[in-house]
């Protein structure tokens, strides 16, 4: 069932809805040719990947989802994983195969996908991306404390201006070296994916078992792997295991710049970067 709706969005065409294994996913998309499925980032919706779609959209179907839960998809209270959603929206949409473009979490799910459909991956592009399984630098875990503290997990707004500081901002920039435009709208979609966080805390969300992380050997397309200058020393050590342990993979040079939503903040090096890897 697919449905067409006025997109809430501020690109692109009309938002379309679609089930998928039981829930309504809702999704942009632009172009024809090879297909692309854009993740967004835990503390984002599909709106992240305003400055990718109509790029893509020269030489590819571009579908830029928003994961159960997340932004305009339902979460019914039913046990799903989110890696089995993007082959189920492959299902749906009648797609063999497709690239795979993931940010942070949305990179999280597309090596899980990978892994557990790989089959149904030709290439994976990760920004900024952890992988399942990976554990937390306690140098990290102190940063977390100095940037955010400890607040509120009910006070959205609260919560989500100590993510952005901590995430969009970055451990290395201050604030106000950072776009004021970019840093509201962040906080605008934190405070929703903080809402959908709360809701799938109570639904039973299923995890690729082995995980990712010693299991990088397995990924047997290309990979692309990125991440801003400016964001976390975890996030840069892991793309560089992800390059050296994927048998395809690539590490691009750090994007100057930007921090962990690299693809909103600088779109331009990210567009030229993901042309000329895309299948």
């Excluded at 776009?179 to 966080?197: N, V």
Aim: with cysteine.
């Amino acid at each position: 069932m697919r449905l067409r709706a006025p997109s809430s969005g501020a690109y692109g065409p009309p938002m379309t809805k679609i089930e998928v294994n039981g829930a309504i996913l809702a999704y942009d998309e632009a172009g024809e040719g090879s297909p692309v499925v854009l993740l967004h980032a835990g503390i984002a919706d599909r709106r992240m990947w305003r400055g990718q779609v109509d790029a893509l959209a020269a030489r590819h179907r571009v579908i830029a989802l928003d994961l159960r839960g997340y932004g305009d998809s339902e979460l019914p209270p039913a046990p799903f994983a989110h890696h089995d959603d993007v082959v189920g929206l492959l299902d749906a949409l009648g797609l063999p195969r497709a690239a795979l473009v993931g940010c942070s979490f949305g990179g999280r799910v597309a090596v899980d996908t990978a892994l557990t459909h790989p089959d149904r991956v030709s290439a994976l592009a990760l920004f900024g991306a952890p992988v399942s399984g990976y554990e937390w630098s306690e140098e990290t875990e102190q940063l977390w404390e100095e940037l955010v503290g400890d607040v509120d997990q009910e006070d959205f707004t609260a919560t989500a201006a100590g993510e952005v500081r901590f995430w969009v901002v970055g451990p290395t920039r201050r604030p106000e070296d950072v776009d004021p435009e970019l840093i509201r709208f962040a906080e605008e979609m934190d405070r929703r994916a903080l809402a959908a966080e709360l809701a799938l805390s109570a639904v039973e969300v299923g995890e690729l078992d082995p995980p990712a992380i010693d299991r990088l050997g397995e990924l047997r397309v290309p990979v692309l792997v990125g991440v801003g200058a400016d964001d976390l020393a975890d996030i840069r050590r892991l793309a560089d295991r992800i390059a050296d342990e994927a048998p395809g993979g690539v590490r691009m040079p750090d994007i100057p710049d930007a921090a962990h939503l690299a693809p909103l903040e600088r779109p331009e090096p990210v567009n030229a970067a993901l042309l000329d890897f895309l299948p």
